[in-house]
């Protein structure tokens, strides 16, 4: 089936450790994406990728890094700089700009990270 | 940078009950979309609407741009239809799309 896989489901962190969590498409996307969700709030952007070997920084980009090597991989690592990471973690693509007629954003299913 | 901003945040509604969702954004975007969360943390568009009227069964969107805002109608609702909706709006750069999502409005339908 076609979509975006996102490992683990569930992570637990200690205080000082890196995480990366792992994000997987097979939809032939060019632009992929990572957002951060607290409890009752709405998404922010942490980073995008428009093309492979090219990413930007979103709104929250502090203490997160990224790399995009290979068109259907986008990991996004947590990084101990980062100092309240415990949240709920959505992988995205698209393929190309959502304001083009037939463009549109897929989501995967979440990663959930706790710091222990 | 823009601000979007949901009405109401909590809505209780019986099932069969007809509801109305609001989104303000603070500035011209170049679309807008609804997404519905469910429990288990699944997002899913239901709509694309930079302006104008859409259409998907049980659901329609309104977006009015010059006005800045948009609404998401709910008509005969069902307990599957329970969950978050958010709005976000389109802030398009190169290649990629910069969503900006508003806070969601918290959907329980009962029995």
């Known amino acids: 089936d076609g979509g975006i896989t996102q490992s683990p489901k569930y992570l637990f962190r200690k205080e000082g450790q890196n995480v990366t969590l792992s994000c997987e498409q097979n939809?032939?996307?060019?632009?992929m994406y990572w957002y951060r969700q607290d409890p009752g709030q709405g998404l922010r952007l942490i980073y995008y990728?428009?093309?492979?070997?090219?990413?930007q920084k979103g709104d929250i980009a502090e203490g997160y890094s990224v790399s995009r090597e290979k068109k259907e991989s986008f990991p996004l690592t947590v990084t101990s700089a980062q100092k309240n990471p415990t949240a709920f973690y959505l992988c995205a693509s698209s393929n190309g700009r959502l304001v083009d007629s037939g463009n549109t954003i897929y989501f995967g299913e979440g990663s959930w990270l706790t710091v222990v | 940078g823009i601000q979007v901003e949901q009405s109401p945040p909590d809505l209780i509604l019986q099932e069969g009950a007809n509801s109305t969702l609001r989104c303000n954004f603070s500035d011209s975007v170049n679309n807008l979309q609804w997404f519905h969360q469910n429990p288990w943390g699944q997002l899913i568009n239901l709509f694309y609407?930079?302006?104008g009227t859409k259409q998907n069964g049980r659901l329609s969107a309104t977006t009015v741009a010059t006005e800045r805002y948009s609404l998401l109608y709910i008509s005969s609702s069902q307990t599957t239809d329970s969950g978050v909706y958010f709005c976000?709006?389109?802030?398009?750069?190169?290649?990629?799309?910069?969503?900006?999502f508003g806070t969601g409005t918290r959907l329980q339908v009962t029995l």
């Open positions: 609407i930079p302006s």
């Open positions: 990728s428009q093309i492979v070997n090219d990413f």
């Open positions: 939809l032939n996307h060019d632009a």
């Open positions: 976000a709006v389109d802030v398009t750069t190169g290649t990629a799309s910069k969503l900006t």
